[in-house]
């Protein structure tokens, strides 16, 4: 047995162990079935690992050999997550069987034509693509890994405005991103009473002042549609691992214009700060190469290594998509989808990367041509890769020569999805394996427990740009954005000037450019993106499975402290505000009902006389309804003087200490008698030659 975990519920004090990585485990649930505990982790030697557990209702002790024993009283783990979510094993990736083709006259009638794409399920990959035969794929080993971060939204009232959680920020923040239509705001994340994270998308105004890039000044502009992001940046990242969600997307499936994701970030980018992004993402590259040394900030050419960052090694912000979903009803091998065999509604399974393929690229819409695309991908049942989107060129308005610009790359697969996905929860998941000196690492797609896409770095490898499988520490984001460039129509209808959206306004101009229906499902029903669940496991073998935003091989703390205006607005003092622990108004005399007039109830926290929320041990925000977290191996810490070689002496001799007693003594006396003689008017000197009178007596002197 290596390690123990035992934790006492606050709710019924029945004590909770679990054992890992040993023969067994033991689980005492609590009355709700789930294991419902506040972690104390207990570390044995391995070379004696002999342990005696005795578990009364109010009573834990254990006995034994043990080397090192600490105790936490937080990390990333939602005290409500139940115990059967608390491992994982990584899925086969299991591509689609072979079809041959029947020779019978029924189907040859109904065979696509040349122009069309074969349908998803014919072969691994497409028949376009430049490698008839995907890359070796990695061995598959079942191995098993443990939940690291969980977050059950169990909790009706929590706050997510910035300093109000410790795992996720709500952004306040107009996007300036992607031509953006939407304002995100606080206000529009919230737990719903089933107990799931909601982003409400909604037709409202928001006044805002923007910038004009082509005026070159700020100018007054108004948001006509709010919505809502998370994000866990510079809270909770992580290395490598697995990361799961329980997940019902917004809206209907046949109406387009709603952009849902769920997605992974490099930790050094912060989204819609564009500054933060500038020739940092999506960049993957970790060598020196000529578009390195001319396009990413963080190159792997640079000598020296700044903010704590090694020299000779690139840094950057790639972008993994667990999805990216578009409904809609234009339909496979029909329109804008011609030669794709999957239509509306789809989602995306994508990593995005820099530098990309520099020339010879695919046309969108058009199946590659031989050396055109990487190889290595393999695509699952019903999907097909993305025709429609390889990637972006990359070109910012600081930018002083061309040769700054580059290509970013877009390896994404489309999924057909259904109505079903609209109306149901379906769990979504992606699997990230980071390369090392003896592999290249790999990302796994899945939906429910299939294959969406696989991507081998092998493939990324033999392309030759230096592009890699991601090895930065990544943050979690969960929004819903509207956006002219996901969904709407390609080209303006007959006479629509597609210059305004607004659902709002009487006015025919300002919504010909949505898509049909679009309004009208705004104003029906508020599109809601629900979320039951989100949670991450990682490998307790593998090294390189870490969690934390600053790591010992990819630190960002300092750079990003060295550069906090690119990940803050002007308005702002710092680019997150500390978490308050207690403070929110509430009512002594409440005793049920609402969270924050309770303080989330006599567990997690009590009300004052002064009526603010004060919160116990475990609990933070500003009405105590969230657990606390932080991370288990804090790797890089604010900095102290002791990093700058200032040691202070250990052992003072007595008769400094003495002479500082006695300096301190004269300063406060000195400070005593300045205050007796303050407002103290001397009398002036008398000229004896004067006859003076002293009131009260006959006598002169």
């Known amino acids: 047995?290596?390690?123990?975990?035992?934790?006492?519920?606050?709710?019924?004090?029945?004590?909770?162990?679990?054992?890992?990585?040993?023969?067994?485990?033991?689980?005492?649930?609590?009355?709700?079935?789930?294991?419902?505990?506040?972690?104390?982790?207990v570390a044995l030697n391995p070379k004696t690992p002999i342990f005696r557990v005795m578990m009364k209702p109010s009573l834990l002790l254990v006995s034994g050999v043990l080397a090192a024993l600490s105790a936490v009283q937080a990390d990333w783990i939602d005290p409500d997550t139940p115990y059967e979510a608390m491992t994982t094993v990584p899925l086969n990736v299991k591509p689609p069987k072979l079809q041959q083709p029947s020779d019978d006259d029924d189907t040859k009638k109904h065979r696509h034509s040349r122009t069309v794409s074969p349908a998803p399920t014919v072969s691994p990959a497409p028949s376009q693509s430049p490698s008839g035969t995907p890359s070796a794929y990695p061995t598959f080993t079942p191995k098993s890994f443990e939940l690291v971060f969980s977050d059950e939204f169990n909790t009706k009232g929590r706050e997510f405005a910035d300093g109000s959680d410790p795992r996720w920020t709500a952004l306040d923040k107009n996007d300036y991103t992607n031509d953006a239509l939407h304002y995100y705001s606080p206000e529009n994340v919230e737990i719903d009473d089933d107990g799931a994270l909601t982003i409400k998308t909604e037709a409202k105004d928001t006044d805002i002042v923007g910038f004009d890039d082509k005026k070159g000044k700020k100018t007054q502009i108004t948001k006509h549609f709010r919505s809502g992001m998370l994000q866990s940046w510079n809270k909770f990242c992580f290395t490598g691992g697995i990361i799961e969600a329980e997940v019902e997307l917004p809206g209907k499936g046949s109406i387009a214009g709603l952009w849902p994701a769920l997605w992974l970030l490099g930790n050094l980018a912060r989204h819609t700060y564009v500054g933060s992004s500038e020739h940092m993402w999506p960049w993957s590259a970790l060598t020196c190469t000529k578009k390195s040394r001319q396009s990413q900030k963080l190159s792997g050419c640079?000598?020296?290594?700044?903010?704590?960052?090694?020299?000779?090694?690139?840094?950057?912000?790639?972008?993994?998509?667990?999805?990216e979903v578009q409904a809609g009803n234009q339909k496979a091998n029909t329109g804008s989808f011609l030669k794709s065999p999957?239509?509306?509604?789809?989602?995306?399974?994508?990593?995005?990367?820099?530098?990309?393929?520099?020339?010879?690229?695919?046309?969108?819409?058009?199946?590659?041509g031989p050396g055109q695309w990487y190889s290595g991908m393999v695509g699952g049942k019903n999907t097909s890769?993305?025709?429609?989107?390889?990637?972006?060129?990359?070109?910012?308005?600081?930018?002083?020569?061309?040769?700054q610009d580059y290509?970013?790359?877009?390896?994404?697969?489309?999924?057909?999805?259904?109505?079903?996905?609209?109306?149901?929860?379906?769990?979504?998941?992606?699997?990230?394996?980071?390369?090392?000196?003896?592999?290249?690492?790999?990302?796994?797609?899945?939906?429910?427990?299939?294959?969406?896409?696989a991507i081998n770095g092998k493939g990324l490898k033999d392309a030759g740009t230096g592009?890699?499988?991601?090895?930065?520490?990544?943050?979690?984001?969960?929004?819903?954005?509207?956006?002219?460039?996901?969904?709407?129509?390609?080209?303006?209808?007959?006479?629509?000037?597609?210059?305004?959206?607004?659902c709002n306004v009487n006015d025919w101009t300002q919504q010909c450019g949505f898509s049909p229906g679009f309004c009208d499902m705004m104003e029906q029903k508020t599109p809601e993106y629900k979320v039951n669940w989100v949670r991450v496991y990682q490998d307790p073998t593998n090294p390189v499975h870490k969690v934390g935003c600053s790591t010992p091989e990819r630190p960002t703390r300092r750079y990003i402290e060295g550069h906090k205006?690119?990940?803050?607005?002007?308005?702002?003092?710092?680019?997150?505000?500390?978490?308050?622990?207690?403070?929110?108004?509430?009512d002594p005399s409440a005793t049920e009902g609402d969270n924050r007039s309770t303080c989330g109830t006599a567990h997690r926290g009590r009300c004052t006389k002064g009526r603010v929320c004060e919160c116990n041990v475990g609990w933070t925000g500003p009405h105590c309804l969230s657990h606390d977290g932080f991370d288990p191996i804090p790797y890089d810490q604010p900095d102290k003087l002791t990093d700058l070689g200032f040691v202070a002496p250990s052992v003072v001799p007595k008769f400094l200490i003495g002479a500082f007693v006695v300096l301190v003594l004269l300063l406060v006396a000195a400070l005593t008698f300045k205050r007796r003689f303050d407002g103290w008017t001397p009398i002036p000197?008398?000229?004896?030659?004067?006859?003076?009178r002293v009131p009260g007596r006959g006598a002169i002197v």
């Open 302 to 323: 640079d000598h020296i290594g700044h903010y704590g960052m090694d020299a000779f090694l690139g840094r950057g912000s790639p972008e993994m998509d667990i999805f």
């Open 1 to 41: 047995i290596h390690s123990l975990a035992i934790s006492l519920d606050p709710y019924t004090q029945h004590t909770c162990a679990y054992v890992s990585r040993g023969s067994h485990r033991l689980l005492q649930q609590n009355k709700r079935g789930k294991a419902v505990c506040q972690s104390i982790s």
């Open 342 to 368: 999957v239509g509306q509604p789809f989602m995306s399974a994508s990593y995005q990367v820099a530098p990309g393929l520099p020339y010879n690229r695919p046309g969108g819409g058009e199946w590659p």
């Open 385 to 403: 890769l993305n025709i429609a989107f390889y990637g972006n060129y990359n070109h910012f308005l600081g930018d002083t020569s061309k040769s």
């Open 407 to 453: 290509w970013s790359d877009a390896l994404s697969y489309n999924l057909q999805l259904t109505e079903d996905h609209f109306n149901k929860t379906h769990i979504y998941r992606l699997e990230w394996d980071v390369p090392t000196e003896t592999s290249d690492g790999y990302l796994h797609w899945f939906i429910d427990g299939e294959l969406v896409l």
């Open 467 to 502: 592009s890699t499988i991601s090895t930065e520490p990544s943050y979690i984001l969960m929004n819903t954005a509207v956006s002219k460039q996901w969904g709407f129509p390609s080209t303006c209808p007959t006479g629509c000037p597609c210059k305004e959206y607004d």
């Open 685 to 692: 000197d008398v000229d004896p030659s004067m006859n003076v």
């Open 565 to 586: 205006e690119m990940y803050m607005e002007e308005k702002d003092k710092e680019p997150l505000q500390p978490v308050r622990r207690g403070g929110g108004s509430c």
